[in-house]
């Protein structure tokens, strides 16, 4: 019987090929067909140097299929693309870090998401400022510009120079993406926690997860795996933050700055889809959970956005076929992740495609192996069409 069992589980290895996790307890198998579909739409975009190399992650029902691809640089000489690469998360530091931290500090008790900004930034007034609320940091509808006006000398003259922004747009009826919503955040999080976002996300989230991997501030450390980005003049910039403000700030922002694997990533999204908790550690209440990934925005407001999660706006890679209500977010560098909790499903797509040049595109890419990630997890255009996802805030 024991040779049998084993003889078993050898098959359904090889069926499952490498790269792919079989548990214990789950017959599930992916597509294979939609797995190669995946690898070759990954490989005609680098074909066409849409990007110069990829680590790829696609997990349902705990079963994970993972593969790196091409080259991890180009310049100034080439490098394979190895799995445990580690990658300029850019705007995924929203919520892989600041987001969850402010979610925590709520959960604590110790932060109201409905409240004004000025009650934690006491300087942060006047110019139509007075009424945006932590809620409308999150949701991006603040009604704040995209970007400071001009380049910060460290984190605190960001913070003088959020506060001196005038409102463009009425707080709470218009989404903007802005990257002085999340600089704000990270701010509130050193002010009502007293530690840095650095130290809060990494002392809360990162570490009890055990993602090893995931640091703002990586240089020192792990130089070797890093993907470069672009160019700063004549500087190729590897560990050290792509994004020019978060640069300008030190390293350390709350709208970008963090580094990551496509492994840490995952145990990432395997907590959320657990509401919380992973390997018997818990890093936030269910509920915190739900809110964080629900629909948040108002409900004048057509782009429907969690708290720093995208569910439905023009920055979605959502697909074809995961449900609405799904949720996830992109960074600029080329990174994404997308999370579908009602089919236990999430797709990892981890790219520097801004290397060496800035003109690699990758955003068809992500709309495509995210569609292919859904067939493959055994996904139909109908197998989500009755979900109802959670009614907007007023």
Same mark, same amino acid.
């Given at each position: 019987?024991?040779r049998?069992?084993?003889?078993?589980?050898?098959?359904l290895a090889?069926?499952?090929?490498p790269?792919?996790?079989? =548990?214990?307890?789950s017959?599930?198998? #992916?597509q294979?067909?939609? !797995? +190669?579909?995946?690898e /070759? %739409?990954n490989?005609?975009?680098?074909?066409?140097?849409?990007?110069p190399?990829?680590?790829l992650?696609?997990e349902h029902?705990?079963?994970s299929?993972?593969?790196?691809?091409?080259?991890?640089a180009?310049?100034?000489?080439?490098e =394979?693309?190895?799995?445990?690469?580690i #990658?300029?998360a850019?705007? !995924? +530091?929203?919520?892989? /870090? %600041?987001?969850?931290?402010?979610?925590?500090l709520?959960?604590?008790?110790?932060?109201?998401?409905?409240?004004?900004v000025?009650?934690?930034?006491?300087?942060?007034r006047?110019?139509?400022?007075?009424?945006?609320?932590?809620?409308?940091l999150?949701?991006?509808?603040?009604?704040?510009?995209?970007?400071l006006?001009?380049?910060?000398?460290?984190?605190?003259?960001?913070?003088?120079?959020?506060?001196?922004e005038?409102?463009?747009?009425e707080p709470g009826?218009?989404?903007?993406?802005?990257?002085?919503?999340?600089?704000?955040?990270?701010?509130i999080?050193?002010?009502?926690?007293?530690?840095?976002?650095?130290?809060?996300s990494?002392?809360e989230?990162?570490?009890?997860?055990?993602m090893r991997?995931t640091?703002y501030?990586?240089?020192?450390?792990?130089?070797?795996?890093?993907?470069?980005?672009?160019?700063d003049?004549?500087?190729?910039?590897?560990?050290?933050?792509h994004?020019?403000?978060?640069?300008?700030?030190?390293?350390?922002?709350?709208?970008?700055?963090?580094?990551t694997?496509?492994?840490?990533?995952a145990?990432?999204?395997?907590?959320l889809l657990?509401?919380?908790?992973l390997d018997?550690v818990?890093?936030?209440?269910?509920?915190?959970?739900?809110a964080?990934?629900?629909?948040q925005?108002?409900?004048?407001v057509p782009?429907?956005?969690?708290?720093?999660?995208?569910?439905?706006?023009?920055?979605?890679?959502?697909?074809?076929i995961?449900?609405?209500?799904?949720?996830?977010?992109?960074?600029?560098?080329?990174?994404?992740i997308?999370?579908?909790?009602?089919?236990?499903?999430?797709?990892?797509?981890?790219?520097?495609?801004?290397?060496?040049?800035?003109?690699?595109?990758?955003?068809?890419?992500?709309?495509?192996?995210?569609?292919?990630?859904a067939?493959a997890?055994?996904?139909?255009?109908?197998?989500?069409?009755?979900?109802?996802?959670?009614?907007?805030?007023?």
């Amino acid at each position: 019987m024991r040779r049998l069992t084993y003889v078993a589980t050898l098959l359904l290895a090889l069926v499952v090929g490498p790269g792919c996790q079989v =548990p214990h307890r789950s017959a599930f198998i #992916f597509q294979q067909d939609k !797995l +190669t579909a995946m690898e /070759a %739409t990954n490989a005609m975009a680098i074909a066409e140097r849409r990007l110069p190399g990829a680590v790829l992650w696609v997990e349902h029902e705990g079963v994970s299929y993972h593969k790196a691809f091409a080259q991890r640089a180009l310049e100034p000489w080439p490098e =394979p693309m190895t799995e445990d690469t580690i #990658f300029d998360a850019a705007s !995924l +530091t929203k919520v892989l /870090a %600041t987001a969850p931290s402010i979610l925590l500090l709520m959960e604590r008790g110790s932060l109201d998401v409905d409240a004004p900004v000025q009650k934690y930034v006491e300087e942060f007034r006047r110019d139509g400022k007075d009424a945006i609320t932590v809620r409308q940091l999150l949701t991006h509808t603040s009604g704040l510009r995209a970007g400071l006006r001009r380049q910060p000398d460290g984190p605190s003259t960001a913070v003088q120079i959020a506060c001196t922004e005038v409102v463009t747009n009425e707080p709470g009826t218009f989404f903007r993406y802005s990257d002085i919503n999340f600089i704000l955040l990270g701010e509130i999080v050193q002010r009502v926690s007293g530690k840095s976002l650095q130290q809060f996300s990494s002392d809360e989230i990162f570490r009890p997860l055990q993602m090893r991997d995931t640091r703002y501030l990586p240089l020192g450390i792990d130089r070797p795996r890093i993907a470069p980005t672009q160019y700063d003049g004549t500087n190729l910039l590897r560990g050290v933050v792509h994004d020019p403000t978060a640069r300008h700030m030190g390293g350390v922002a709350g709208h970008a700055g963090l580094f990551t694997t496509a492994a840490d990533l995952a145990r990432f999204a395997r907590m959320l889809l657990n509401k919380g908790a992973l390997d018997g550690v818990r890093i936030m209440r269910p509920e915190t959970v739900t809110a964080m990934t629900s629909i948040q925005s108002p409900a004048v407001v057509p782009t429907r956005r969690g708290f720093g999660w995208d569910i439905d706006s023009d920055y979605s890679r959502r697909g074809s076929i995961f449900a609405l209500g799904s949720y996830g977010h992109t960074g600029f560098t080329g990174t994404s992740i997308w999370i579908d909790p009602f089919s236990n499903t999430f797709l990892i797509l981890l790219t520097n495609r801004v290397h060496p040049d800035g003109k690699g595109d990758i955003r068809a890419l992500q709309r495509a192996l995210a569609t292919l990630a859904a067939e493959a997890a055994g996904l139909s255009p109908t197998s989500n069409a009755s979900i109802n996802i959670l009614p907007r805030q007023p």
